[in-house]
């Protein structure tokens, strides 16, 4: 079996580590985010003993900040 190597998107939602495979499409849940992250492995090799993926070029994940309408005139709102 191939090893191949795949994102993984990590938040906390509540007491709840979320942990998601875009690549994959799965998404699992632990109450650590090692936990997390073992769910989502498990889950991941379960989907792809099933169904292939196609090869894919590395992905590269970045950040960007996006205000809403709302938040701009808060901003604004401190020049009148």
Do not use: W
């Not at 492995?41 to 309408?69: G, M």
């Amino acid at each position: 079996m191939k090893t191949r190597s795949f994102t993984v998107i990590l938040h906390k939602e509540d007491d709840i580590y979320i942990a998601e495979c875009p690549e994959v499409g799965t998404v699992d849940q632990g109450e650590t985010i090692e936990l997390a992250i073992a769910g989502l492995k498990e889950a991941a090799r379960l989907y792809l003993e099933e169904f292939s993926l196609p090869e894919t070029s590395p992905r590269f994940i970045t950040n960007i900040e996006v205000f809403s309408h709302h938040e701009q005139a808060d901003q604004t709102s401190n020049f009148v």
